[in-house]
T-cell receptor, first 113, second 112 residues
Framework: EAQVTQNPRYLITVTGKKLTVTCSQNMNHEYMSWYRQDPGLGLRQIYYSMNVEVTDKGDVPEGYKVSRKEKRNFPLILESPSPNQTSLYFC????????????FGQGTRLTVV | DAKTTQPPSMDCAEGRAANLPCNHSTISGNEYVYWYRQIHSQGPQYIIHGLKNNETNEMASLIITEDRKSSTLILPHATLRDTAVYYCIVRVHTGANSKLTFGKGITLSVRP
């Protein structure tokens, strides 16, 4: 089954404790991205990747890092999480950049206390 | 970025067609119109997209006006499971990035 898998689905952590949210897709997609969703602000793009070893900032990259060492995986790293990073996070992938549908993961609800 | 405008909410009866409008008056010639939906807090789900011709798939139909300034998503026989937030998006391609810019969407409530 074609899918984007995120882990964990739920996470509560403390300020400053490094964490990684994993994202994996099994569709051989080139383009992957991370979004965060907050009430009243909609979904905002954090980082994206056009292909292996090619990543760039989206609209709200501060406090986040990503890597793309393999085509299927695109982890989101929070080196020193802060409470303002409490949010619902989605990973998405699509075959190419232009004019293809994006597949989203089921989301990771992160709470930083 | 071409912006989209959608009413905040609408409802329809189960089994009837749901017609969801979207305005995108500043859309440029090479921008596509996409529709996604989000059920509760699940990941957004792709529905359909189009450039200027009407499109239909197993989920819905997309009607785009001739001047491309507006479109309508049609769910032909709405069910309770279609209750969701529906996002009309104009796909932006800026350099190497083709992000999806989600607005507030329209909340569709399907009533029994």
């Amino acid at each position: 089954e074609a899918q984007v898998t995120q882990n964990p689905r739920y996470l509560i952590t403390v300020t400053g404790k490094k964490l990684t949210v994993t994202c994996s897709q099994n569709m051989n997609h080139e383009y992957m991205s991370w979004y965060r969703q907050d009430p009243g602000l909609g979904l905002r793009q954090i980082y994206y990747s056009m292909n292996v070893e090619v990543t760039d900032k989206g609209d709200v990259p501060e406090g986040y890092k990503v890597s793309r060492k393999e085509k299927r995986n695109f982890p989101l790293i929070l080196e020193s999480p802060s409470p303002n990073q409490t949010s619902l996070y989605f990973c998405a992938s699509s075959l190419r950049i232009m004019n293809t549908e994006a597949f989203f993961g089921q989301g990771t609800r992160l709470t930083v206390v | 970025d071409a912006k989209t405008t959608q009413p905040p909410s609408m409802d329809c009866a189960e089994g009837r067609a749901a017609n969801l409008p979207c305005n995108h008056s500043t859309i440029s010639g090479n921008e596509y119109v996409y529709w996604y939906r989000q059920i509760h807090s699940q990941g957004p789900q792709y529905i359909i997209h189009g450039l200027k011709n009407n499109e239909t798939n197993e989920m819905a139909s997309l009607i785009i006006t001739e001047d491309r300034k507006s479109s309508t998503l049609i769910l032909p026989h709405a069910t309770l499971r279609d209750t969701a937030v529906y996002y009309c998006i104009v796909r932006v391609h800026t350099g190497a990035n083709s992000k999806l810019t989600f607005g507030k969407g329209i909340t569709l409530s399907v009533r029994p």
